[in-house]
């Protein structure tokens, strides 16, 4: 099998700072930190650490180039990245504080820039049985679905950040998998009173050709397909940045599922690798080996 990760490339700038700014507040950070990022360039390197043939898809600008690198450096194959000299790489500027957790400001640039003729171009290489994870980071998403669906394709969706534009694109989604905030967007409805296997349920009901994975943080994850349910309780450990810690879930679940494991044993899989991953600065520099993963269960 081959995945192929069509997704954003993001250069991140870190600032750690004492608190999360407030309106009007002027700040002074104690850091700042550049690293390679974008949610798709992050699944990418965790579905290839996780033992994975992984090929990415997308688009940077000039400056962008180091994450190729950082890609390649990774074991993925960068062919279908097209680089754009007149237009700027996607970034982000992130916050991150005492405690770990984040607020980040998203910038698309060459990430929005995806043609028809580069999904076309792309899926070419790809057939029935090969699998395409997606995020909502990047343009053409529903264009891109359905054609990968054409050709038989797994299609894996991680709709973050959440937005009612990408509603068509669920339908397409074999696998689907979110965290509260997003599931309370997509039933739209406050969900906030209700128990993570009600809400995996009513996900379950609306979608029931896919098999949904809800991401609770700190409250671990649930898994449901139709015919089975259960959680996968979180490990415990001290956060020191949980930038990359959904990105390193899904790739490391994905990786489980495709190499024939269980869900069982793929989320008990995808869960320790968030653990490692949150233990260490930075997007996807911080995304462990498998045989690290391993180790740890």
């Not at 090929?55 to 993925?76: P, R, T, Y």
């Not at 997606?134 to 529903?142: F, K, R, S, V």
Request: glycine share 10%; aromatic share 8%.
């Amino acid at each position: 099998m081959k995945v192929l990760s069509f997704g954003s490339l993001n250069i991140d700038y870190v600032y750690s700072v004492p608190h999360f700014i407030m309106r009007g507040e002027t700040l002074a950070a104690k850091s700042l930190n550049v690293y390679s990022g974008g949610k798709g360039l992050n699944q990418s390197v965790a579905l290839s650490k996780a033992g994975l043939d992984v090929f990415h898809a997308g688009a940077v600008g000039q400056e962008g180039m180091f994450l190729l690198d950082e890609l390649k450096s990774s074991g993925v194959d960068t062919k279908h990245v097209r680089i754009l000299p007149d237009t700027k790489s996607g970034h982000t500027i992130i916050q991150k504080n005492v405690d770990g957790d984040n607020c980040i400001l998203l910038y698309g640039g060459a990430n929005r820039s995806i043609t028809e003729k580069q999904i076309d171009d792309t899926l070419a290489d790809f057939s029935a049985g090969d699998a395409l994870v997606i995020q909502n980071e990047i343009n053409g998403l529903e264009y891109l679905a359905s054609r990968a669906k054409e050709r038989g394709m797994i299609v894996a969706f991680n709709p973050s950040p959440m937005e009612n534009g990408i509603i068509p694109v669920f339908k397409y989604a074999d696998y689907l998998l979110l965290n509260e905030v997003e599931a309370g967007q997509f039933l739209g409805k406050d969900i906030s009173a209700e128990t993570p296997e009600s809400i995996s349920s009513q996900l379950q009901a609306k979608l029931p050709g896919a098999k949904i994975i809800l991401t609770l943080g700190l409250n671990g994850s649930v898994y449901s397909d139709g015919k089975i349910s259960f959680r996968q309780e979180a490990v415990k450990v001290h956060a020191v940045d949980t930038t990359a810690a959904g990105d390193t879930f899904t790739g490391f679940f994905l990786a489980g599922i495709f190499g024939g494991k269980s869900p069982e044993w793929s989320m008990r899989f995808a869960a320790h690798a968030s653990a490692i991953a949150v233990t260490r600065p930075g997007a996807a520099p911080s995304v462990p080996a498998r045989e690290e993963v391993l180790a740890a269960l």
